[in-house]
Nanobody, 124 residues
């Protein structure tokens, strides 16, 4: 199976910075898309930033110029550098991996996976 483990969520003052990490583990052959989403309980999960296998990135308008998404060379660890944080950035942040090709019992599978979420709180 494939597991995504996020880390880096914390309480930070407005204007501060945080760096989230997401590590994918398992018998992974390829990950097509990795992305960060965020959610307030009771509301729909929203896309924050996405990084594709071919190197393109997409950002929500609300975070452009403040957040930067990146991946390591192996492509299985993703980061979200968040600068100039605002109280409205307070959410649970989720890591997503899409089009993951992985092996189990000698068979190849493709699936989509979510991490467990990490809380980011921006408050003075």
């Amino acid at each position: 199976q494939v597991q995504l483990v996020e880390s880096g969520g914390d309480l930070v003052q407005p204007g501060g910075s945080l760096r989230l990490s997401c590590a994918a583990s398992g018998s992974i052959d390829r990950i097509n898309v990795m992305a960060w989403y965020r959610q307030v309980p009771g509301e729909q999960r929203e896309l924050v930033a996405a990084f594709t296998r071919v190197g393109t990135t997409n950002y929500a308008d609300s975070v452009k110029g403040r957040f930067t998404i990146s991946r390591d060379n192996a492509g299985n660890t993703m980061y979200l550098q968040m600068n100039s944080l605002k109280p409205e950035d307070t959410r649970v942040y989720y890591c997503y991996a899409g089009g993951v090709t992985y092996y189990r019992g000698g068979q190849s599978y493709t699936g989509n996976f979510w991490g467990q979420g990490t809380q980011v709180t921006v408050s003075s």
